[in-house]
T-cell receptor
């Protein structure tokens, strides 16, 4: 069975600090997808990134970066120089190929204080 | 990515009543998913809706309580029937995109409060 664990329930940082959100996953599939979504207070779920299981290259997009390590089944998300607008709940999720639903972690609530 | 809209965006309902939530996509999609997010919780899949067939429900969700329609490739509805305060949640629809359906995008959600 698939499982996603986000051990950090809540994180609070001061603006401009770097912060890393942890995600550990379990799956028996050799092919799978990993995701991060952002849910601001307004409630919509915003897609941030998808990573394929066969692509372990780390990715950077502006202040966001993702570290995928199959050896530790982790897919961590780092925000550099955090801003108040980064305050949200962040969800890590996992799916198999071929029209399968997402399995979500419980989410990490990030509060960035000015 | 597809543009997804949901109606209503929020509602306050009395217990025992029913509410139908609409999900509209600006392009044709094969699979649509309905999720529930209870207050302070993560997302839980209610059902998968494929056009032209019955929706497939996850454990703990039944058709009598959450009937789903999928009349065409751009539209779906979820009804929350005989509501109780425990049904107070955000309900989100999602669609998948990509050649292998590898990425899911979500609608803005419907915030439901049952009194």
């Amino acid at each position: 069975a698939q499982k996603v664990t986000q051990a950090q329930t809540e994180i609070s940082v001061v603006e401009k600090e770097d912060v890393t959100l942890d995600c550990v996953y379990e799956t028996r599939d050799t092919t799978y997808y990993l995701f991060w979504y952002k849910q601001p207070p307004s409630g919509e779920l915003v897609f941030l990134i998808r990573r394929n299981s066969f692509d372990e290259q780390n990715e950077i997009s502006g202040r966001y970066s993702w570290n995928f390590q199959k050896s530790t089944s982790s897919f961590n998300f780092t925000i550099t120089a955090s801003q108040v607008v980064d305050s949200a709940v962040y969800f890590c999720a996992l799916s198999e190929p071929g029209s399968t639903p997402l399995v979500f972690g419980k989410g990490t609530r990030l509060s960035v204080i000015a | 990515s597809a543009v997804i809209s949901q109606k209503p965006s929020r509602d306050i309902c009395q217990r025992g009543t029913s509410l139908t939530i609409q999900c509209q996509v600006d392009s044709q999609v094969t699979m649509m998913f309905w999720y529930r997010q209870q207050p302070g919780q993560s997302l839980t899949l209610i059902a998968t809706a494929n056009q032209g067939s019955e929706a497939t429900y996850e454990s703990g969700f039944v058709i009598d309580k959450f009937p789903i329609s999928r009349p065409n490739l751009t539209f779906s509805t979820l009804t929350v029937s005989n509501m109780s305060p425990e049904d107070s949640s955000i309900y989100l629809c999602s669609v998948e995109e990509g050649r292998l359906g590898e990425t899911q995008y979500f609608g803005p959600g419907t915030r439901l409060l049952v009194l």
